[in-house]
């Protein structure tokens, strides 16, 4: 059976106040690999929390060869898939975020994908964390909005947010992932994370949109225990480093106190 270090490391965040970071990299947008050497200081991978690895466009599946060559950079650091649909399930990853788009209702996505994905998901003995994924939307129409054909919340309605995410607690789910799309020019507003994190009291992930440390810093200060950094990534790759600098520092304050 998958052992539980992934939950656990969510789970740590929650309780200790410290915050992470997860690199989310998008295998279809590397068709080699190799090419992710060239592009990246992947010894980086060794420094986050997590590295999710997925997209909302994938077709092929070039999954098992990119984990492949992460593993070899992130021994200690559990590589975790961020699916899309369920070619992107793979046996070389540690784990993945078993998620449920509860902010849609395109039952595809709610659970038809999950019922296709979780033999795989038993057979490949991957860490499965049940993950209520909740789109947050401002007005444009991101990849993963298109391709789940579901709207989402809108950014000035944190109570709805608040009232999905609380359907997801008690429906079980352990975590949840707050997710404005990638290369959103507006990440999920503070006042929807301050909710959500408020009336969970569960772990939080969140993304899309954040582009720069001080896009991080207001998702961790509102009540984000990870982000996740993709898209602002691939067009400044030493925004990595800047935030992982800036984060180190945080934490290791927090120890201090």
């Not at 998008?26 to 060239?38: A, I, R, V």
Request: hydrophobic share 40%.
């Amino acid at each position: 059976m998958a052992n539980n270090r992934i939950g656990e490391k969510l789970q740590h965040l929650h309780r200790s106040g410290q915050k992470g970071l997860a690199w989310l990299i998008d295998p279809e947008k590397y068709p080699k690999p190799s090419q992710l050497k060239t592009t990246y200081n992947l010894d980086l991978c060794s420094k986050v929390d997590l590295i999710l690895i997925g997209g909302s466009l994938m077709v092929k599946s070039n999954m098992d060869s990119t984990l492949q060559m992460l593993r070899n950079y992130s021994e200690e650091v559990p590589l975790v898939i961020f699916p899309g649909n369920v070619i992107q399930v793979s046996p070389y990853a540690d784990g993945i975020l078993f998620l449920s788009l509860i902010s849609g209702r395109n039952p595809e996505f709610l659970i038809g994908q999950q019922v296709t994905a979780a033999p795989l998901i038993a057979h490949c003995r991957l860490e499965a964390l049940a993950t209520a994924y909740l789109l947050i939307g401002g007005g444009e129409i991101s990849s993963v909005h298109y391709m789940s054909q579901s709207l989402p919340i809108p950014m000035n309605k944190p109570n709805i947010a608040m009232a999905t995410a609380l359907a997801g607690k008690y429906l079980g789910m352990n975590y949840f992932f707050l997710d404005a799309g990638s290369g959103s020019k507006t990440p999920v507003p503070s006042a929807i994370i301050r909710t959500v994190k408020k009336h969970t009291q569960s772990p939080i992930l969140v993304g899309g949109g954040i582009d720069s440390l001080e896009k991080a810093k207001a998702a961790w200060e509102a009540g984000a225990d990870l982000v996740v950094m993709g898209n602002g990534v691939e067009k400044n790759p030493g925004l990595l480093t800047e935030v992982l600098d800036y984060l180190q520092v945080f934490n290791v304050s927090l120890n201090i106190n």
